[in-house]
Structures are given as C-alpha cells and as structure tokens.
C-alpha cells in the first residue's frame, strides 16, 4: 500500500486519524500510529504547554510518526505552531484557516506540512506556499466543515494541485476508502469511526450516541456566521440554531460550540453538549481497537481493488 502519502509520512497505511479537539489526545494518537496509520494529537483550544505534554506522552506510547492539528481560531495557536518545532513533531496538519504565516517556520525544521482545506483555490494556494500535501476535506465530515462534498471536491482538486491529496470526510469503511483513491486522493482521514474506537478517551455516553446514530441524525449549525459544524442533533443544535436566529456573534456561538464539546466528550452529555461526528455515524456500529479498524478498511479496500470488474 505504497503511495506518496505513506512513503511521504513514513506509515504503513495511507490512513490518517483526524485531529479532533478533546476526542484525539495521546493515546489515540499512539495507537493509530502503533497499527500503522498516522495518528494525530488535536490542539483544539489548549494552551501551547498542554500540547507540549501530549507530544511527550504519545512520544512513551509509541516510536512511530504522529502529528499535531493545530486549529488556527486558538488563540494559542502562534504558541502551539512554536511548540510543535521545538518538540520535533514530524507532521503538523492545521485546521479552520489559513496557516501561510507559519509555513516557513515549520518549512525550517523539516515539519511535514498538510493543510486541511474545503475548496480547490486554498488547495492551489497552499501548494504554493509551500504544503507538502492536503487534506481535502468534504461536508459529510463531523466537526467544522466546508460546502463541497467529499464525492464533487476530491477530482478537482486533485487536477488543480500536483502535491498528494488526502480526502476526508465520510470515509467509514474500506468501500469509502476505495472510493477516494479512485478520484485520485493518495491517502484517507478518518474522524468519526476511530471517535468510537476502544483508545478513545470519550464518554461511553458519546460513544453509544455515535453507534446509535442513522443516516439522517447529523446537523450542521453555524451556517448563518460562516463557519459551519456538523454534530449529531440535539438539544444544544437546537439551542445554538435559535442564537443564530437571533443574530449572536461567531465568538459566542464559538465559544459555546467548543465549551459544548467538552461537556459531551468527557462529562457525557450528550443532551446540551455538542456530539461531533459525521453522515458516515449511521454506518458506524461498533467499538473496536484502533487496529482493528485500520486492518478492516485495508483488508475490505483490497479485497475490493482486487476484484473490481464490470
Ligand atoms: C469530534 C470531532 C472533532 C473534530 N475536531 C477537529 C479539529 O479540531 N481540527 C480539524 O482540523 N478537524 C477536526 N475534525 C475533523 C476531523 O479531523 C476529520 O477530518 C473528519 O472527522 C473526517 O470526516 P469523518 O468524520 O466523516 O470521518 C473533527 C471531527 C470530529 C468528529
């Protein structure tokens, strides 16, 4: 399963863990790395010290490659992007924005750098400024999302850049996977399914509310400031769509957003706390180890590689 992404992150598989912020710490991180993908530790919203010890942590659990997703709303996101250098982490992927200013720094110490991006002219933009793959990221995907789906944004970006794509969003199993290396991605990023996966450190609450899940129980707010998310529907969707309608400002519906996925993910409630995952939940069934996982989308693509024929 050589491909640039695998030979240009080191890794066995070209199965990338999403970085999720609270859901993917360390020790989600070292298992993905362990079973051969790359593991990443979300930086969400923590200050630039608390990721400095999960580097340290996931460094114990495993010698494999890992990387940090550094969302750039932080406000601590100009101390983590220090951070990350001085800690030597191999692959920084970097979500919600534009990370060009720290491109050069990161450029200087050999980081890997791979934007997630939602559209064909940030693709083009960040092969430019010097990325070295991207992930591409369609609107079935849980947490913050784009407009395109996986399905129409992959080919074209794929055509417009010439460094490896990886496509995100709505791949659940080896079907999804094999789906987005037909449309020419080199590389998959899986959020929702590793979520539910034994390393993870989420609620048992979050975890059965994921398995649980149909087709159709996903819902995205925050369409109306310009930063859409896509959790599972609840009380607090319903709660945050009716301070959109009453005109709130993106930083108090941010900070409700963020402050809820906390209380979801560690406290378990999944009534007014923000269950992010994405469409592919209702396919979601059960909690495996994050190996497991890894083999059964790797065993089930090449089964179906093998024998594709009309
Ligand atoms: C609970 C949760 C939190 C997420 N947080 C982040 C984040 O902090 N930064 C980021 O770049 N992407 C984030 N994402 C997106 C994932 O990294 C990944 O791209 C996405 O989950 C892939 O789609 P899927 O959910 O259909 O597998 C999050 C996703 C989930 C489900």
């Not at 220090?82 to 800690?87: D, L, M, N, T, W």
């Not at 992959?154 to 987005?180: E, F, H, N």
């Amino acid at each position: 399963m050589r491909t640039r992404i695998s030979e240009l992150l080191n890794i066995e598989y070209p199965i990338i863990q999403g970085g999720m912020a609270w859901v993917a710490e360390h020790h989600l991180a070292a298992a993905v790395s362990n079973a051969g993908g790359l593991g990443i530790i979300a930086a969400g919203n923590a200050p630039a010290e608390v990721v400095r010890e999960e580097i340290r942590k996931a460094r114990e659990l495993t010698d494999k490659p890992f990387g940090v997703n550094i969302m750039l709303l932080s406000p601590f996101a100009p101390e983590v992007a220090k951070v990350v250098v001085e800690e030597k982490v191999p692959v920084v992927t970097t979500g919600a924005g534009n990370p060009e200013s720290y491109i050069p720094m990161w450029k200087e110490a050999g980081i890997k750098i791979i934007p997630v991006v939602a559209s064909v002219a940030l693709a083009k933009r960040m092969e430019k400024y010097g990325a070295d793959a991207v992930v591409a990221e369609g609107c079935e995907a849980g947490g913050h999302i784009g407009e395109l789906t996986t399905m129409a944004l992959i080919p074209q970006i794929v055509d417009a850049v010439t460094i490896p794509v990886i496509a995100a969003g709505g791949i659940g199993d080896g079907r999804g996977l094999a789906a987005v290396f037909l449309l020419g991605a080199e590389g998959g990023q899986v959020g929702t399914r590793f979520v539910v996966s034994h390393e993870s450190i989420v609620h048992e609450n979050y975890k059965k509310r994921v398995i649980t899940s149909r087709d159709i129980d996903s819902a995205v707010t925050g369409r109306s400031t310009g930063h859409p998310v896509r959790s599972i529907r609840n009380q607090m969707t319903r709660n945050y769509a009716k301070l959109e309608q009453e005109g709130k400002s993106f930083e108090e519906l941010e900070l409700l957003t963020l402050g809820s996925l906390r209380k979801a993910v560690m406290e378990g409630d999944v009534v007014n706390g923000s269950v992010m995952a994405g469409q592919i939940a209702g396919l979601v069934s059960k909690e495996q180890s994050c190996k497991e996982i890894i083999e059964e989308i790797v065993d089930e693509m090449k089964h179906l590689i093998q024998n594709f024929h009309f």
